[in-house]
């Protein structure tokens, strides 16, 4: 019985955690979300220099005041069709965190919407798509107005190989 109280509480405190201020972008006509306490800040698209050898995802980098910020195009990562930049193309700056440091990375979406404070229990869990689908940084799914947002784990979307690729590009 203990096992199960315990159990709960942890399950819990994991949808309490979720809750929170989430700003809201748009990648091929599908609605995002990042925690707001992830994003430093949020830039029009500016000129990326490219870093040969790097994968497809990875446009380049950014000289942000004086700062050389690796910069990876959201589309590309989750495979979704590439698109030319319109005037609501824009640069998410985010703090990403793995084992070894902080690393600030710029992420190009479609254009940002919102921020919205979303509760807990307007969320649930990943549906499974398999086993062969890795749905690891998704943190869980939205209901918003008869839609669904999917929310992110930014510091998951990339591996750990990826963002020790990215911390030598920078």
Known sequence: MAELTETMDQAVK???????????????????GVGILKIKEIIGMMPITTVPQTPEFVKGVINLRGKVIPVIDLRLKFGIEKSKYSERTCIIVVDLKN???D???GVVVD???EVLNI???DIEDTPTFGTSLNTAYILGMAKMEGG?????????????EEITALESVA
């Open 111 to 113: 254009s940002v919407s």
């Open 148 to 160: 669904v947002k999917i929310l992110l784990d930014i510091d998951r979307v990339l591996n750990e």
């Open 119 to 121: 509760k807990a229990e």
């Open 14 to 32: 994991a949808m309490k955690d979720r809750e929170g201020k989430y700003l809201t972008f748009s990648l091929a006509n599908e609605e995002y």
């Open 99 to 101: 084992r070894t440091a």
């Open 103 to 105: 690393i600030l990375i």
